[in-house]
């Protein structure tokens, strides 16, 4: 808009000084016919002066004849300045000076041709009305002369003084809109630039939750979408790795906490596996000698049974603590998932049955083989399985689902059950941790579940909301050799 308006004022201005340049060649026109005409005048007069002296003498001497010629000649020479082709008066004016000056040549041509034929007083008289003819069309057209120079000077004036006011109008509007464009620059430019920069300052020292509110559609506002778009990214990725990093720094412990209650178990397990064999022992023993003995017992067999079943439930604790610091297993095989998935049927089928549940397995349109222990990765899915068939109600139905992703295997185990508090999701893999009742669990299964997992090189995640069940996620490697 600026530069429009600049182009439209500069145009005006360029016509007006051509037309001031018109005018002032105008005025200098008219000035110069002025003193021509004054000029003429004077010849005129001259050449009337010298007639009169002759009106009494009855011939031209030639020396009077020179001097009369002498005079003609500049007049005819003014004469003929004044027919201009580039003459810029007004035409009115231009006609009028062209008729005074052909019929002033006309007449100054008749002297000379008087002048030059034998003396007579008739010619003489003619002489003398032609130049006074000439000098009265003369005069008149030093009257119409002086009113164009006057009327020139006026114009020019007048054309000086529009070209002033434009120039200053133009130098008032020049301004506003001057100012108006910087008022537009800076709070269209500057001022979302500031808010940037300070936007940029706040986000570089740790306000990952700071946007900037820039809402126009022009570069900047696109600039400040991308930055916004930008910021969103880098936030939502430092979060997933400072989550990220809380689980890894979880799993760290409880892999830290696995490795100790293994050491101890290690320890332990022998030291308990003993007396209970002995116990077991003579539990039995006795058992056998009060029925050989043929006596009336009923509660001493009633609590006989009771303490072997004791000591073998304790037995299987401290196996399962055995094989949680067990390093290592059984033979790697190549086998593949539909087989794994069998096995799994065949091991909790008639607990799926007694409460009612279905188990659905979705697999990938594409099968790999795995290289693994069959046996491992089966005990780990039956754990994660059996730990969501207790949580699920009788009628509900359990995923098992897999997928490859390049060397790798993730599984998932769904269930629809009562979920996990979010107080509990940190310790659901914790040894001996359990939200079941008394003496419904030992709390080492989902304990096992991590460590097998995590000792090849894999690691386990859970995801679950009370009352929407809960998703365990295992990633392993397809190929169990690097670990073995």
Request: glycine share 6%; charged share 25%; aromatic share 4%.
């Amino acid at each position: 808009m600026l530069v429009t308006l600049f182009f439209l004022v500069g145009a005006v201005v360029l016509t007006n000084l051509r037309d001031m340049t018109r005018d002032a060649h105008q005025v200098l026109e008219e000035s110069r016919e002025s003193v021509v005409v004054s000029r003429m005048r004077s010849h005129a007069q001259t050449i009337e002066a010298l007639l009169e002296d002759l009106t009494a003498q009855k011939s031209i001497s030639e020396n009077a004849k020179r001097r009369l010629l002498s005079s003609t000649a500049p007049l005819a020479e003014d004469l003929r300045s004044m027919q201009s082709e580039n003459d810029p008066s007004r035409s009115e004016h231009q006609r009028e000076e062209d008729e005074v000056t052909l019929r002033s040549s006309q007449r100054l041509a008749a002297i000379d041709e008087a002048l030059r034929a034998p003396f007579s007083t008739k010619r003489q008289q003619e002489m003398l009305a032609n130049v006074r003819a000439i000098y009265a069309s003369i005069s008149l057209l030093d009257e119409e002369t002086r009113s164009e120079v006057a009327h020139a000077e006026r114009d020019f004036e007048e054309r000086a003084a529009e070209t002033r006011r434009i120039t200053q109008y133009t130098a008032i509007i020049g301004g506003i809109v001057l100012l108006a464009a910087l008022l537009f620059v800076f709070r269209g430019v500057v001022i979302p630039l500031r808010m940037l920069r300070s936007g940029a300052d706040k986000f570089g020292k740790g306000d990952l939750l700071h946007r900037i509110d820039i809402a126009s559609q022009d570069e900047v506002g696109l600039l400040a979408t991308t930055f916004n778009e930008m910021a969103e990214r880098i936030s939502r990725t430092q979060f997933e790795l400072e989550n990220r990093v809380r689980q890894r720094t979880g799993e760290f412990i409880r892999a830290a906490r696995l490795a100790d209650l293994g050491i101890f178990a290690a320890g332990i397990a022998h030291e308990i596996n003993t007396p209970l064999a002995s116990i077991v022992s003579c539990a039995d023993g006795l058992s056998r000698k009060i029925a050989k003995q043929g006596l009336d017992f009923p509660e001493g067999q009633e609590y006989l049974g009771t303490i072997t079943n004791e000591a073998f439930r304790a037995r299987e604790i401290t196996t399962r603590l055995l094989a949680l610091s067990r390093q290592g297993g059984q033979e790697v095989i190549s086998v593949d998932m539909p087989l794994v998935c069998a096995q799994i049927r065949t091991a909790i089928n008639h607990l799926l049955s007694e409460r009612k549940i279905q188990l659905s397995i979705e697999r990938p349109a594409r099968e790999k083989q795995l290289t693994i222990d069959a046996g491992e990765l089966v005990q780990v899915l039956v754990n994660l399985i059996l730990n969501a068939l207790h949580a699920s109600d009788p009628g509900a139905t359990i995923v098992l689902r897999y997928e490859f992703s390049l060397d790798r295997i993730v599984l998932e185990v769904e269930d629809h059950g009562a979920g996990i508090e979010a107080e509990h999701l940190d310790r659901v893999f914790e040894p001996f941790f359990t939200t079941r009742g008394r003496g419904e669990g030992t709390g080492l299964g989902l304990a096992l579940v991590s460590a097998l997992v995590e000792g090849r090189d894999g690691f386990v995640h859970v995801e679950s909301e009370p009352g929407k069940g809960a998703r365990f996620t295992i990633d392993l490697p397809i190929d169990w050799r690097k670990q073995t």
